[in-house]
């Protein structure tokens, strides 16, 4: 009975607090009108939505990517290059650019994911730098090094310029949420963590294992297209050094680990955390790579640390002050009457 | 036709020949054990037969078409399941999670499926009851002892629903009472149709459930033949005494 | 395609690909011996590019000199690394090392440009910046020179782990672990000494770096990845295949930066990693050990 009130209680306060996170992130843009309040609420939008997309294959299947600036630049170029060579409608290019990355993330996917673990990471590595060749070499469609301009959304108010992108990224941040949700819940989403778990075991079981870790892949570089082309169409303005330097990606797996990859809202917490900071350090202290020493030690200290992340951590020092307060735990008593049964067993 | 059978399967590790020319035939609906000394290649025998490793040769035929060079998950969906050695759990998801992730049919609808509070969960819910672990649902699997890990891991693997479970010493490890509470669950899900081929060194267990025994030696089927042949068979007292 | 221009490519790519021999073999070295990808081993390289360049320009001190001090305090950075970070890693290693080293690798670029800019810097010495030939072929001095060195180091670690009874334990290691220890050997001393070995070849690969090309903070990205490709050809973990495949690689590079272009001779490397992930996914060179990664 106390239980299911609890449970009750629970729910109620996690659903509020949902509720009222949305109505916030709603209201952003008019509780906090100033431009470059406004620029920073749609970096964090949009890093929460990029950490969320990563951490789709990541947090599931434990294969880290070092190479999703890559995924973004493509995303990046393929809209801009929609954009203004082809005249095409910004928004739908938007769309089409997850598409397009998903379909090249098929083949980049099958490369990758041939051996395990350490050529994955090698091949998502080297992907930046082929993308940044490319972007170089191939001026006749990107515009080379000088990079490739895009005219400006018309229509809207200079002051109101950051608003249209701040909820296109927070679209896209729902969609990957919804995403990330739906395959937690679902068969899918246990054959990847099973996966990360032990391969073997999970293909015996029947989990196609190779599939399983492509779709995860081409859903997670998909969704980082989207962010790459929404991104471009805000910019204006695009060139092969900055998406396609490894920062972007390592900025994405920095606030995933933070947060916690094995939850929901993790990642998206710890760009919620570390954006605006980010932001702060580079309008302060940003010719002197201070940002960068930063990043660096921060992420070396998470690993080494606190490898959860922050939520998971919560949540477990959480259960543990509750099974520590309402006496010893169900689940404890029964383990310990059945290696009573089996004593000499270990 | 033979219900399971592979035909002079081989295979070496660096000139070794782990298994060597293997004809082995089982019955549908039968109990059998595969028995032989250390390192004659039993577990070897299992992986080969479930897509693990790659066979150098021969054939692995099940219900009349070949399974021989599928992957794992693919032997997996036709209905052969396995557990393995040293137990193989997720250990670091809970026990009721381990129940969901074995794959009964392969389909986008199936996958995309509710897991955790559908129909799944339910069969699952089920599955653990019968193995009395309904209580540990909710604990990770690494917390639980080795022979209720046993447990879990055939209960998650009939979840996948197969017909021909390969068990690689489910004895081993736990105590005579663990072993009686899996041997009766492996005689109650013969009985309701699954055929099990077993990997066994506790011979009081392996005469006392099986009904065919097939005894390897360095790699190589040396008799097949009911517990009490093989008991009596001077070729199995030589492998496992001789030199 | 005059084949005298052909033949001076081949010999500026041995004398290349002698040079990404050592830093591959490094590289190689430290995923053999603890199954970790080193992503802040090109960090280290430009590192060491920067402290020689810096006691040159700063101290006048010889680049060849500054080997004496940086090669030992690499090496003992190495073994630090592994005892206090890597060796305490607990859960999904292999995963969690990746990042570790890009927090290093990171780190070592924030710094670097904090102290120094990120402004282009080179180290030209006068015996460096000339050249000589040799039946028509021309040989720059600091390819030269960054070959010679490369060699020596390369021989020097090669003949350690061959005939030493530490190179001993320590391909017992890097073929199992487990048997190795259960046989007596200290496998975390030797994952140690192992990483070690590899940041030392690192800072005599980062000085050949700065005498050759010019350098900064960031520019390691680039050359991790182009090594990384090198050490996939060669088989993860196998040293001699390594050394084989950055031959090939700088021969490649070099003919076909004379034959296409620059942006080929980039992209080359990359193609290379895709058509062995298709056709041999553990290397051209690797052998047993690189079957399961």
Request: net charge neutral.
């Amino acid at each position: 009975m106390l239980s299911g009130s609890k449970e009750a209680i629970g729910r109620f306060v996690k659903w509020g607090t949902l509720l009222l996170l949305v109505c916030l992130a709603l209201a952003y843009p008019w509780l906090f009108p100033n431009p470059y309040l406004r620029f920073v609420g749609v970096m964090t939008v949009m890093y929460m939505g990029l950490a969320t997309s990563w951490n789709l294959m990541a947090g599931n299947t434990g294969y880290v990517s070092l190479g999703h600036s890559a995924f973004f630049g493509v995303g990046a170029y393929f809209t801009g290059i929609m954009i203004v060579r082809f005249d095409m409608p910004p928004f739908a290019m938007v769309a089409a650019a997850g598409v397009f990355v998903g379909l090249f993330a098929i083949v980049i996917g099958w490369l990758a994911l041939r051996t395990r673990d350490a050529s994955f990471v090698i091949v998502t590595l080297a992907l930046v730098y082929i993308m940044l060749l490319l972007a170089q070499g191939w001026r006749g469609l990107t515009g080379g090094s000088s990079g490739l301009s895009l005219p400006r959304m018309e229509g809207i108010g200079r002051e109101d310029a950051h608003v249209p992108f701040y909820f296109a990224f927070l679209i896209l941040l729902a969609v990957v949420l919804f995403t990330t949700w739906w395959i937690g819940r679902s068969k899918f989403g246990m054959g990847l963590v099973a996966i990360r778990g032990d391969e073997d075991k999970a293909a015996a079981l029947g989990v196609n294992t190779d599939l399983y870790k492509l779709i995860a892949f081409v859903l997670s570089a998909g969704f980082t297209g989207i962010g790459g082309g929404i991104y471009v169409y805000w910019f204006s303005y695009i060139e092969p050094f900055f998406v396609f330097s490894i920062t972007i990606g390592v900025n994405m797996i920095l606030m995933a680990l933070l947060g916690g990859t094995r939850s929901l809202f993790g990642p998206a917490l710890g760009a919620l955390l570390l954006v605006p900071g980010t932001q702060y350090l580079i309008g302060e202290y940003g010719s002197t790579q201070l940002h960068v020493v930063l990043t660096g030690l921060l992420l070396g200290a998470i690993v080494m640390v606190l490898p959860m992340g922050i939520i998971p951590s919560l949540r477990s020092a959480a259960a543990h002050l509750w099974s520590a307060s309402s006496g010893a735990s169900s689940a404890a008593t029964c383990t310990e009457s059945d290696e009573v049964a089996e004593g000499v067993g270990r | 036709m033979t219900y399971f059978s592979t035909y002079s399967l081989s295979r070496s590790f660096g000139g070794v020949r782990a298994v060597n020319d293997a004809t082995v035939e089982i019955e549908q609906g039968k109990i059998s054990a595969l028995i032989g000394p250390n390192g004659s290649g039993k577990t070897t025998f299992f992986n080969l037969v479930t897509g693990m490793i790659t066979a150098d040769a021969g054939k692995v035929l099940f219900k009349g078409s070949s399974i021989g060079g599928l992957k794992p998950h693919q032997v997996a969906l036709r209905g052969v399941g396995r557990t393995f050695q040293i137990t193989r759990l997720f250990r670091e998801m809970t026990v009721l999670e381990n129940m969901l992730v074995p794959v009964r049919r392969f389909g986008v609808r199936e996958l995309l499926k509710d897991a955790v509070g559908g129909s799944e969960a339910a069969r699952a819910m089920l599955w653990l009851d019968r193995v009395g672990l309904t209580k540990l649902q909710g604990e990770p699997a690494a917390n639980l002892s080795y022979g209720q890990q046993k447990l879990l891991e055939l209960a998650s693997l009939m979840m996948s629903e197969p017909e021909l479970v390969l068990l690689d010493e489910p004895a081993g490890g736990v105590n005579p009472v663990m072993i009686q509470r899996i041997s009766g669950l492996v005689r109650e899900l013969n009985s309701e149709g699954t055929t099990f081929f077993i990997v066994e060194h506790n011979m009081p267990l392996v005469m006392d459930l099986c009904d065919h025994v097939v005894v390897f030696d360095a790699g190589i089927p040396i008799a097949k033949g009911t517990p009490d042949v093989i008991r009596d068979d001077p070729k199995v007292i030589e492998a496992y005494l001789g030199g | 395609m005059s084949s005298h221009l052909l033949l001076q490519a081949v010999v500026l790519g041995v004398l290349t690909g002698g040079v990404y021999s050592l830093w591959s073999a490094g590289l190689t070295l430290i995923f053999g011996v603890m199954r970790v990808v080193n992503i802040a081993h090109a960090a280290f390289l430009v590192l060491s590019a920067y402290l020689s360049w810096f006691a040159y320009t700063e101290l006048g001190i010889d680049p060849l000199l500054s080997l004496f001090a940086t090669v030992p305090a690499f090496f003992v950075v190495g073994v630090l690394i592994q005892r206090l970070l890597l060796a305490r890693l607990r859960d999904h290693v292999t995963m969690m090392s990746v990042l570790l080293t890009t927090a290093l690798a990171i780190t070592i670029e924030g710094s670097l440009g904090m102290l120094w800019t990120g402004s282009h810097r080179g180290i030209e010495i006068s015996y460096s910046t000339s050249s000589f030939s040799l039946a028509g072929i021309s040989f720059p001095s600091d390819q030269v020179i960054g070959f010679v060195l490369a060699a020596l180091t390369f021989f020097a670690l090669f003949m350690l782990l061959r005939h030493s009874r530490y190179g001993k334990a320590l391909r017992a290691t890097i073929q199992n672990p487990d048997a190795a220890s259960l046989l007596g050997i200290k496998t975390t001393t030797i994952q140690g000494i192992g990483f070690g070995l590899g940041l030392a070849t690192a800072a005599v690969g980062g000085l050949i770096l700065g005498l050759i090309h010019p350098f900064f903070p960031a520019t390691h990205w680039a050359w991790i990845a182009r090594i990384m490709a090198i050490i996939v050809l060669g088989g993860l973990g196998s040293v001699t295949g390594a050394a084989l495949a950055a031959l090939l690689m700088g021969v490649i590079e070099s003919v076909v930066l004379v034959t296409l272009s620059p942006v080929w001779a980039g992209m080359i490397f990359y193609l290379v990693l895709a058509g062995t992930l298709v056709f041999r996914p553990h290397g051209f060179f690797g052998g047993r050990l690189a079957e399961r990664f």
